[in-house]
Each structure stands twice: as structure tokens, then as C-alpha cells.
């Protein structure tokens, strides 16, 4: 069982008339799934992320509030943690509340399981979720054997693919002439029926489809169909260039994703939900014009969020030191940021910047008279390439930040 705003709300809907205090439910990873204060939704708990590792480990450590009285309890299922609920500002004489919530809790999400007649494929595939995100709460081998048995066989070659709708915060669609906004409810609530679309994409009944829509992504394992696996990944690719036109279209949310490694064994699923989340990050930050990256295409954006600020520097300076005290500057960037995002294409470059390809001639010969490279050779596109990504990166504020 997977807490989220889904399996929580009947929970919180019958809580909510019986307690006099504030109602969080955590799920495993201690985020804040369900509430009764709005804007703690989302938000990651610390202390309930600490509770449920010491739960998991076998231990018992009570979280106390500031008069220092118990104000949380695990939630289990099946034997299983899977989250916890918290009560704010618990007076000592009203101890009982929690035990109550507890209960209720417990029972309403043994009951959905029995409702379901599935619980078992829930439970594994959640579990295959905790294993992604680095929780280990069951023996490998025993949650092999359990997706065995549900039909769900691992030895099968994936591809994996990360899925990450932007927040609230972030999204701003134009339509027309006027901007479409939505206010935090309308946000989750197109977050919500996208993800539940999302399984309809993907048709092999053994690709895994793992969505959360309180953290607004979704993790995909998808079957192989060819064993080359870059064709495979090209494939996703452009998949998920269909997905973010539907997504901005269908329900206004901005859509990116990264595409992963093959998977062959069960190890190789082991920690890919950080790896995934890793490069996206990279994408994004060097390729802010991009929704849908290659995860091996953006190793160089690993180096560069791993180098510091002076490094980034040094390496621009090097490179487009008088380019960049050129009159023409501007357009000698906007002309290679161009080349390089048409794959090398000169006749699509030239098209896009709408100018003759002598004139892009032009401008190539002048860029290797200030840099001193050439973009009609391996080691000075290379060198340009990384200078250039350096150079946008630290436009945007990057260097020296823990983003990674």
C-alpha cells in the first residue's frame, strides 16, 4: 500500500469531524501527503522521515512535540509501514486521539486493499517503488518471488524513464492572448488525471508505471521492443515529446522527463529513482529550452553541476574571452546555441536563424578567429560545446549550489 493524496483523502475526511487538533499524514519518505492544513501539503517532515527509518529499523522512538508529549504514530498495513499520522500540538490528556486515528486509519486502508482484491500486486509494486528510491523494507529476493507470482518478470529488459510535472509555482501557459493560471486545488486536481491517463501510453501489459501525485511524478519501467537499446531510449524519447504536448494541452501542466539506463536484473533498479532525478536536474539547468532529455546525452551536464563556480569561470573566459568582448557577441552564441540544438544541422541552423548559409559561414569563420576552434572539427566542437553549456549555466545562477 502507497500512501498519497488518493489512498489518504477518505481517511482524513472521516478523522477530520472526530479530532480537535490539526491532521498530517506522512507517507513512507515522511512527506506530507494529506492534511488538514492546506498549505502543508507537500511539505517534507523531518521528523516523521526520521520516525518511520527508526520504525523500519526496528525500533520504537516516540516523536515528541514541544510540551513533549507523543504526537505521532506509524501507520502499518499488511505488516508493512507505510506512513504515519501526526497531530499537532497533542495536549497530554487527549493521548487517546492518536490511537484512535491510528485505528481508523489502519482499518480504512486494510479494507481499500480488501475492496481492491489486489492487494498483494499493490503492496509488491510499492515495494518495487521503495527499492527505487533507496527504502529497503523487504528481502530482494522474496519481493522477486512475490512479482513472480503476480505475473511481473523482472528478467525482462527496461528501459526507464522519470516523469516530472512542474509545480504550481512554475506553470504559466499561454492560450491565445491571455494566461491560463491555475489556482493549487485545479493544479493537483490536472496532476491527479493526467497520472491516472498516464498507463494508457504505455501498452505492454509488464511495463511498470509507479505515479505519486503529491511529489507530481511518476517513474516509468517500460519493456523493450527492440534489443538495440538506443533505439529502445529513442523511441521513449519521443514518446515523451507526445506527452508533454498532451499534457500542456489537455490539462495546462508543463511536462519533462528523462530517459534511463536498461535494466536487465533486479540490481540494476537499485537507487535509478536518484540517478533519474539527478539528470533531470542536469537537463534543466543546461538545457533550460528542452523538456525531454537522454540521460547519457547530459554527462557532461553532471561534470558541470559538480564543478565550482571559478572552474565554470576559468573555462568560459578561456574559451570566449574575446568573443565575449565582441561587438558581435550576442548573435556568435545565439548562432552556435542554435547549431547545437539543430544537432550540427547547418541548412536547419540557417533556416531557424532566418539567414543564408554564407552568412552562417561567416559567422562560424569568426567564431574560430576570436576562440581559436572550429566547429568543422571533433575537438573544437567538443570545446565549444562545453564552454557554451559552462557559459549558460552560470547565466542562470548555477555554480557552487548544492543542487545535485
Given at each position: ?52 527509518k ?68 499493490t ?27 503476480l ?40 496532476v ?60 495546462c ?14 540490481s ?39 564543478s565550482?563556480?571559478?572552474?565554470l569561470?576559468?573555462?568560459v ?31 536547419l ?5 532566418y ?34 553549456l559552462c ?6 545562477g ?7
Amino acid at each position: 500500500m502507497f500512501l498519497n493524496s488518493n489512498t489518504t483523502a477518505c481517511i482524513l475526511k472521516k478523522l477530520e469531524p472526530l479530532l480537535p487538533y490539526p491532521i498530517n499524514i506522512m507517507n513512507y519518505e515522511g512527506m506530507v501527503v494529506n492534511t488538514s492544513v492546506p498549505q502543508n501539503i507537500g511539505e517534507f517532515n523531518v521528523a516523521a522521515s526520521n520516525y518511520i527509518k527508526q520504525l523500519h529499523s526496528g525500533g520504537q522512538l516516540p516523536v515528541e512535540n514541544f510540551d513533549g508529549i507523543k504526537s505521532m504514530c506509524g501507520i502499518t498495513v499488511r505488516q508493512r509501514i507505510v506512513g504515519a499520522i501526526e497531530l499537532e500540538n497533542l495536549r497530554p490528556s487527549d493521548s487517546a486521539y492518536l490511537s484512535l486515528s491510528k485505528t481508523i486509519a489502519e482499518l480504512m486502508l486494510e479494507q481499500e486493499c480488501m475492496f481492491e482484491g489486489n492487494a498483494e500486486n499493490t503492496t509488491s509494486i510499492d515495494d518495487l517503488l521503495s527499492i527505487l528510491v533507496g527504502v529497503h523494507p523487504l528481502d530482494p529476493s522474496q519481493l522477486i518471488d512475490d512479482l513472480q507470482r503476480l505475473g511481473v518478470d523482472l528478467t525482462i529488459p527496461r528501459t526507464t524513464v522519470f516523469i516530472q510535472l512542474s509545480k504550481f509555482d512554475m506553470l504559466e501557459r499561454p492560450t491565445g492572448s491571455r494566461k491560463i493560471v491555475l489556482d493549487q486545488k485545479q493544479y493537483l486536481y490536472s496532476v491527479k488525471k493526467f497520472l491516472n491517463q498516464l498507463p494508457s501510453y504505455f501498452y505492454n501489459q509488464q511495463d511498470l508505471i509507479l505515479s505519486d501525485v503529491s511529489e507530481q511524478n511518476a517513474v516509468i519501467l517500460s519493456v523493450n521492443r527492440n534489443e538495440n537499446p538506443e533505439i529502445n531510449a529513442l523511441r521513449l524519447c519521443k514518446l515523451c515529446g507526445r506527452l508533454v504536448e498532451i499534457a500542456q494541452k489537455e490539462y495546462c501542466l508543463a511536462l519533462y522527463a528523462v530517459v534511463g539506463i536498461q535494466c536487465n536484473q533486479f540490481s540494476d533498479y537499485e537507487r535509478q529513482y536518484e540517478q533519474l532525478v539527478l539528470r533531470l536536474t542536469s537537463g534543466r539547468l543546461l538545457f533550460s529550452e528542452k523538456n525531454v532529455f537522454l540521460g547519457n546525452s547530459i554527462v557532461l551536464g553532471n561534470y558541470i553541476t559538480h564543478s565550482s563556480r571559478k572552474v565554470l569561470q576559468n573555462i568560459v573566459s578561456y574559451v570566449y574571452g574575446r568573443l565575449l568582448a565582441s561587438k558581435m557577441s550576442e548573435t556568435l552564441l545565439e548562432t552556435l546555441q542554435t547549431f547545437f540544438e539543430c544537432d550540427l544541422n547547418i541548412t536547419l541552423t540557417a533556416q531557424k536563424l532566418y539567414t543564408h548559409r554564407n552568412t552562417l559561414q561567416q559567422r562560424f569563420n569568426k567564431i574560430e578567429k576570436l576562440t581559436g576552434f572550429s566547429v568543422h572539427s571533433a575537438d573544437g566542437l567538443l570545446t565549444l560545446r562545453l564552454a557554451l553549456l559552462c557559459y549558460n549555466y552560470l547565466q542562470a545562477g548555477g555554480g557552487d549550489h548544492p543542487y545535485l
